[in-house]
């Protein structure tokens, strides 16, 4: 004899929205509204113009290039050395605090 | 209840799928190898407006690395207008958001600016499932 147990678990209504997903669907938005037959973006700068104009109130894109690019891994060696952090698989929120100051 | 000292900043990162370009009606293109913009949208709380970092396939990758470094780039700034608790909410992607790499970035910024507290959570599920601020606690 088995006995199998199904748990459905669901998230709560409302409460899988996010704020950063909305600026996507604006973003995708104002491409499909700006591709028309003949109108086509070529370019990256194109691109990022379209993402710029994304809503009323405009969103601001930062170019990154690979010049900018850190090498957080090594910082990490330097800070944590070889004993690294715990498993991350079961870490669900980290907090740091500085203290001993003002 | 914590005490907040300056004002609290609550942001949500997340990765959007690339960007293909060129983009035409243009048949033939359509069969052509494309150009991936990636997008990484900074979402403010208390702007209410969104940051978007953009850069090409062939700049970088969407590793930890590049992550962090947009991540960094919007936290030094808002640390220079004055923020001192930072609270980052994001999807538990082990590639992007949730790793060793991301805490080195958030501990080294720690040490060299003027912010006193950062506090990362990830979502508990796989898929993108991000609460609205106080509710939060409730699903971890």
């Known amino acids: ?102 | 209840m914590d005490v907040f000292f300056g004002f609290k900043l609550s942001i949500i990162h997340v990765l959007l799928q690339a960007i293909c370009l060129p983009m035409s009606h243009i048949g033939a293109s359509y069969y052509k190898r494309k150009l991936k913009l990636h997008n990484l949208t900074v979402y403010d709380h208390a702007v209410y407006g969104g940051s978007c970092y953009c850069w090409t396939e062939d700049q970088m990758r969407t590793g930890p690395n590049e992550i962090g470094t947009a991540v960094h780039h919007w936290l030094t700034r808002k640390a220079g207008e004055g923020a001192e608790e930072v609270a980052l909410y994001s999807d538990s992607c082990g590639g992007q958001n949730r790793n060793k790499y991301l805490v080195a970035m958030l501990l080294h910024l720690l040490f060299n600016s003027s912010l006193k507290k950062i506090t990362h959570k990830v979502s508990l599920a796989l898929i993108i499932v991000i609460s609205y601020l106080n509710e939060f606690n409730l699903m971890l």
């Open chain 1, 1 to 102: 004899m088995i006995n199998v147990l199904f748990l459905l678990q669901f998230y709560v209504s409302g409460h899988s929205f996010m704020e950063a997903d909305s600026v996507h669907g604006n973003i995708e938005r104002e491409f499909k509204r700006r591709l028309t037959p003949t109108a086509r973006i070529h370019t990256p700068s194109a691109a990022m113009d379209v993402i710029s104009h994304a809503c009323s109130i405009g969103y601001e894109v930062v170019e990154l290039s690979a010049d900018l690019r850190q090498d957080w891994k090594a910082i990490h060696r330097q800070l944590m050395g070889t004993r690294g952090v715990p498993s991350m698989m079961q870490v669900r929120a980290i907090s740091f605090t500085k203290v001993g100051c003002n």
